[in-house]
T-cell receptor, first 112, second 113 residues
Framework: DPKIIQKPKYLVAVTGSEKILICEQY?????MYWYRQSAKKPLEFMFS???????DNQTASSRFQPQSSKKNHLDLQITALKPDDSATYFC???????????FGPGTRLTVL | QQKVQQSPESLSVPEGGMASLNCTSS?????YFWWYRQHSGEGPKALM?????GDKKEGRFTAHLNKASLHVSLHIRDSQPSDSALYFC?????????????FGKGTKLSVKS
């Protein structure tokens, strides 16, 4: 059974719209993260959460908002979508902030 | 400038051969290094971590770290077709900041049978 679930697997959106990417982990981890991978850039750290609190934010744009409704959930809301936001978004988790990070299968977002 | 640089960009080795991947960091704040592997269509998966100078061996994989030069390498012996994937070097800083992994662009490894 998959331990980190990301939904949906593929997502197509129009410029200017808003989407929410879902992430749930069943590893019992206390820290969760979001990364982005595009053709232009390597895997890029976006956010980290620990015990449902934002610890690090390396995303310049406020259009990206993580949301943690439960300890094992970390969703990513993206507003006013742009074609440059097209990428695969990976959720990851770790026991705490000093341990190995486990990545989910990703959500591939295409903005037209 | 990319803070974590990997070479080569791509590498092809015969089945059973040795694959050697390199990674250099330009940021002396980085103290922890990881190797991740990503198969097509999947998320990255950690292979191993190395935090101390010297070698660390796990099965067919050996990582080497030289903190003075901030150079880390990964050697895969007896390469298998299933090792064909994208390999990333990732680095992080001390304490709580080691949660923020900085990745290199990756090395694409092809193992030919």
């Amino acid at each position: 059974d998959p331990k980190i679930i990301q939904k949906p697997k593929y997502l197509v959106a129009v410029t200017g719209s808003e989407k929410i990417l879902i992430c749930e982990q069943y590893l019992g981890h206390n820290a969760m993260y979001w990364y982005r991978q595009s053709a232009k850039k390597p895997l890029e750290f976006m956010f980290s959460y620990s015990y449902q609190k934002l610890m690090d934010n390396q995303t310049a744009s406020s259009r990206f908002q993580p949301q943690s409704s439960k300890k094992n959930h970390l969703d990513l809301q993206i507003t006013a979508l742009k074609p440059d936001d097209s990428a695969t978004y990976f959720c990851a988790s770790s026991q705490d902030r000093t341990y190995e990070q486990y990545f989910g299968p990703g959500t591939r977002l295409t903005v037209l | 400038q990319q803070k974590v640089q990997q070479s080569p960009e791509s590498l092809s080795v015969p089945e059973g051969g040795m694959a050697s991947l390199n990674c250099t960091s330009s940021d002396r704040n980085f103290q922890y290094f990881w190797w991740y592997r990503q198969h097509s269509g999947e998320g990255p998966k950690a292979l191993m971590s190395i935090f101390s100078d010297g070698d660390k061996k796990e099965g067919r994989f050996t990582a080497h770290l030289n903190k003075a030069s901030l150079h880390v390498s990964l050697h895969i012996r007896d390469s298998q077709p299933s090792d064909s994937a994208l390999y990333f070097c990732a680095a992080s800083g001390p304490g709580g900041s080691n949660a923020k992994l900085t990745f290199g662009k990756g090395t694409k490894l092809s193992v030919k049978s």
